[in-house]
């Protein structure tokens, strides 16, 4: 059962512009939505997070954008660069956050020159 | 880096064999937890340990099992291997509490 969905699979984006990946979540408990960067060869690092009590958070050129009335939250990634180029995932957890994280199916983020 | 380090990098087994992955924790975690990425698919988490103890456990069967030393290293063995087992196996070690976790580079397990 998939309970954090993503899309797209995938994304061409050109350098300087705005890349914008999006997830929903079906089940009410979570309360820690973390977004993890990962490149070929190596395991998933954290890039960003929210908690549902906040609607958005910022770091850097990276944004979450959270909705809790309709469960999704998206990332934003503004003035995308070809050092962005990796596979994103969301993901959610909940009963304090770190256990049993459910990660999203992944978005392959291309930003070309 | 993240300090977390999985070996060996590559593995190739036949069905019906068994596997052991080993992981070594970033220092002072005492949390691990073990995941199974398929290819183009986000990571599924397998079970967590917390003091030698599993403390959390995902959709897999018995035949996935694991251990946590005292030195907080750990193991993830794998039963009866299946073709669909071919995946990346990657773990997590944290320190327990509301701390994030962080990811070792990963086994690549192939069943043939």
């Known amino acids: 059962q998939q309970q954090v969905k993503q899309s797209p699979q995938s994304l061409i984006v050109q350098k300087g512009g705005i890349s914008i990946i999006n997830c929903a979540y079906e089940?009410?408990?979570?309360?820690?939505f973390p977004w993890y960067q990962q490149f070929p060869g190596k395991g998933p690092a954290l890039l960003i997070a929210?908690?549902?009590?906040?609607s958005e958070k910022k770091e850097g050129r990276f944004t979450i954008s959270f909705n809790k009335s309709a469960k999704q939250f998206s990332l934003h990634i503004m003035d995308s660069q070809p050092g962005d180029s990796a596979t994103y995932f969301c993901?959610?957890?909940?009963?304090?956050?770190?256990?049993?994280?459910?990660f999203g199916t992944g978005t392959k983020l291309q930003v070309i020159p | 880096e993240t300090g977390v380090t999985q070996s060996p990098t590559h593995l190739i087994k036949t069905r019906g064999q068994q596997v052991t992955l080993r992981c070594s924790s970033q220092?002072?975690?005492?949390?691990v937890s073990w995941y199974q990425q398929a290819l183009g698919q986000g990571p599924q988490f397998i079970f967590q340990?917390?003091?030698?103890?599993?403390?959390g456990r995902g959709n897999f069967p018995p035949r996935f099992s694991g251990l946590q030393f005292p030195n907080y290293s750990s193991e993830l063995n794998v039963n009866a291997l299946e073709l669909d087992d071919s995946a990346l196996y990657l773990c997590?070690?944290?320190?327990?509490?509301?701390?994030?976790?962080?990811f070792g580079p990963g086994t690549r397990l192939t069943v043939t």
């Open positions: 929210i908690r549902p009590d906040v």
């Open positions: 089940n009410t408990a979570f309360d820690y």
């Open positions: 997590a070690s944290r320190l327990a509490g509301p701390y994030e976790q962080y």
């Open positions: 340990y917390y003091r030698e103890e599993e403390n």
């Open positions: 220092s002072g975690h005492n949390t």
């Open positions: 993901a959610a957890s909940s009963g304090g956050g770190y256990q049993k994280v459910t």
